[in-house]
């Protein structure tokens, strides 16, 4: 009978520590002591009426624990932390906040474990093996409980960089639009500032104006006193020819330079008319003295082109026997300003010049409508309104040159020929526009490997 009530105390002693849990703080120092009745019924003992039960005891220290356990939250610790971010900051709080939290779990650890070594003192070696167990599975849910909480407060913090990310990479975007703003501003004042010396200079003549109409007066000056100078070149000229031979009854009249009119006159009132002679023009080269025949130029008439500047210029006047030579005093000098205007002139894509159509195909056109003469990097069209009279592309066949036939029109008249079969004489507004165009439909072809010139001027273009 004693060995089966200690069997029994002792299977009842087991449970009765398994059943303890792990947290539970005692508040006596030994065990109540139990009394075994009929049947195996155990018999408490009167308490003292001060001393609690165990119930409410291991009730109340759980109470406590889960108490302290939610005060000492982690997770709460990083609501707080998240409520109270205001900076990017504060980042540098998350590792403390981390250890003090460690700290706080693991003073828990320790108070548990003293509290399981004061318990398995009591029982003084009864059970010890399975108050030893109680202690391990005490040991690895403590530890369970602080991983899961280190992993709640990692996660947390977490939260807490990318939401500081986000507030980041949102006041970049605003300083970029603040930027970007900026610049637009600057950019319309800009315009605005443009605008308003625009307006002013509209207005208000300015000093490049005023520069611009004295580098005008200068080159009217400076034409007057070329003009000037060869007029007392030719008539020294005149006076040396006058004394070496009195038997010249012809000279040239007419400025020597690009955009004038060179005439064949009669000196003697008595002498025959030229018209009843044969005449021929010829481009003579300053250094060598070689003689370039001029094809079509047989008029008493002729206007230089931009292939006579830098030449002489001789014409050739055949009667019956007799053979006179009359010759420029000095190479043909270049139109003033005509190099800047044509400079001016190819920044353009395409430049039109209005015109009127003297000849078609050598014979004379009897309409005077007026025709607009495109010059463009890659072709020549002639057109009047959408109506295109011809439009060719640069080649080989095209031919373009100064009218040769005379006329009082010839230093504002050119002869271009389209293609084989199709060609034109037409006049312009000004000798200006008219060797501007000759030279810019010249450059345009070139830059084709074109060879844009007369009637038989291949070598005198080529050269």
């Given at each position: ?36 009745g ?17 119930k ?37 709080n ?29 029982v ?52 970029k ?24 200079m509209?207005?208000?003549?300015s ?49 020597e ?11 003697m ?6 018209s ?18 001029i ?25 019956g ?90 230093a ?52």
């Amino acid at each position: 009978m004693t060995r089966a009530a200690r069997s029994l105390g002792s299977v009842m002693q087991k449970e009765a520590v398994r059943s303890v849990s792990s947290g539970v703080n005692f508040a006596s120092t030994r065990f109540p002591k139990y009394t075994i009745g009929p049947n195996n019924v155990l018999i408490e003992p009167k308490e003292d009426p001060k001393m609690p039960s165990l119930k409410e005891i291991v009730a109340k220290e759980t109470a406590q624990l889960l108490e302290q356990q939610q005060r000492l939250s982690v997770r709460d610790l990083a609501t707080r932390f998240e409520k109270g971010l205001a900076t990017a900051a504060k980042l540098s709080n998350e590792t403390r906040l981390r250890d003090v939290a460690s700290l706080d779990k693991h003073v828990l650890l320790k108070k548990l474990r003293d509290m399981l070594g004061i318990l398995r003192d009591r029982v003084v070696g009864r059970n010890k093996d399975d108050v030893d167990e109680a202690i391990s599975m005490a040991t690895e849910d403590a530890k369970k409980v602080v991983e899961e909480e280190r992993a709640h407060a990692r996660a947390e913090i977490g939260n807490a960089r990318a939401a500081v990310q986000r507030i980041e990479q949102a006041l970049n975007e605003r300083e970029k639009l603040s930027e970007i703003a900026e610049k637009q501003d600057l950019e319309e004042l800009r315009k605005e500032v443009q605008e308003a010396r625009r307006i002013k200079m509209l207005h208000q003549p300015s000093r490049v104006m005023d520069m611009e109409h004295e580098l005008q007066a200068l080159r009217v000056q400076l034409e007057e006193k070329s003009v000037y100078a060869i007029q007392l070149h030719k008539e020294l000229e005149m006076s040396k020819k006058l004394e070496q031979s009195r038997a010249c009854s012809y000279e040239l009249e007419g400025l020597e330079s690009l955009g004038s009119c060179l005439r064949i006159i009669s000196q003697m009132e008595n002498s025959m008319e030229i018209s009843n002679f044969s005449v021929q023009w010829y481009r003579i080269q300053p250094d060598d003295g070689k003689k370039e025949l001029i094809s079509g130029a047989t008029k008493p008439v002729y206007a230089p082109e931009p292939f006579d500047v830098g030449r002489f210029l001789q014409a050739e006047i055949i009667a019956g026997r007799e053979r006179v030579l009359l010759r420029t005093t000095s190479p043909i000098d270049p139109a003033a300003g005509l190099g800047s205007y044509v400079e001016a002139l190819v920044r353009k894509p395409e430049t039109e010049f209005n015109v009127v159509i003297l000849q078609i195909n050598g014979s004379d056109h009897p309409s005077n409508s007026l025709y607009v003469f495109h010059v463009g990097k890659l072709r020549l069209k002639l057109s009047k309104g959408r109506t295109a009279k011809a439009k060719e592309f640069y080649s080989s066949s095209m031919q373009l040159c100064g009218v040769r036939g005379g006329g009082s029109a010839a230093a504002q008249s050119l002869f271009w020929q389209a293609k084989s079969g199709l060609s034109f004489s037409l006049a312009f507004e000004s000798t200006r526009e008219r060797n501007a165009a000759i030279m810019l439909a010249r450059r345009y072809a070139f830059d084709c490997n074109i060879v844009l010139a007369g009637p038989n001027d291949r070598s005198s273009g080529a050269a």
